[in-house]
């Protein structure tokens, strides 16, 4: 594929409401990360996949945000209940190995809660 | 906790001018180093990466960082820079053996005067 792909670009949400965010990784790629960056801020790891295998969610900040990868490639990262505080960029990533190798970004996900 | 710290939130040079933006990490193991850079309207990109040998890395566009492990640095260098490195660019780490999840810098904002 020609890069990693997320939608939607922007995200408007109310408070309380659930927001669905979408990752495609470059295809073939079989590790998956997602990031959180918050205004003035480097991106802040969240959760990480090799395939379909969720190995890493130390990063998650609450039991309301949930990602999953069913089928090893799509991924899709999802808030309940959204807070004012969920206000960021979710930034994508993949990486072709789960190795030494180079994470390629996705440009993002913005979303601001009102 | 494992962190990266980035000495400058904003720097502005004039072109021609010589770029030095520092980086520290906090980790005591062996750790793969990166540079990445966000170009205005643009995703985060792969400026170069050091993961063993030569400490002395080199990068796109005329870019180059130094590893130095006593000093648990990674300065990014360039002799020469210009408008067109108007960017923010963020140093980040992940620790072999760990995962590959990146801990990112807060990020320096570069603004070249032409």
């Known amino acids: 594929g020609a890069g990693v792909s997320q939608s939607p670009r922007y995200k408007v949400a109310k408070r309380g409401q659930d927001v669905a965010l979408r990752c495609d990784p470059i295809s073939g790629h079989v590790s998956l990360f997602w990031y959180q960056q918050a205004l003035g801020q480097g991106p802040e790891f969240l959760t990480y996949f090799q395939n379909e295998a969720q190995l890493d969610k130390s990063g998650l900040p609450s039991d309301r945000f949930f990602a999953e990868r069913p089928e090893g490639s799509v991924s899709t990262l999802k808030i309940q209940r959204t807070q004012q505080e969920d206000s960021a960029v979710y930034l994508c990533a993949s990486s072709s190995t789960s190795g030494r190798e180079t994470q390629y970004f996705g440009p993002g996900t913005r979303l601001l809660v009102l | 906790a494992q962190s990266v710290s980035q000495h400058n939130h904003h720097v502005i040079l004039s072109e021609a001018a010589s770029l030095e933006l520092g980086c520290n990490y906090s980790?005591?193991?062996?750790?793969?180093l990166f540079w990445y850079v966000q170009y205005p309207g643009q995703h985060l990109q792969l400026l170069l990466k050091?993961?063993?040998?030569?400490?002395l890395v080199k990068g796109i566009k005329g870019f180059e960082a130094e590893f130095i492990k006593s000093k648990f640095s990674f300065n990014l260098r360039k002799p020469s820079v210009q408008w067109s490195d108007t960017a923010e660019y963020f140093c980040?780490?992940?620790?072999?053996?760990?995962?590959?999840?990146?801990?990112f810098g807060a990020g320096t904002i570069l603004r070249v005067k032409s």
């Open positions: 980790y005591g193991g062996t750790v793969n």
């Open positions: 980040a780490v992940s620790l072999l053996g760990r995962g590959n999840k990146l801990v």
């Open positions: 050091y993961f063993s040998g030569d400490p």
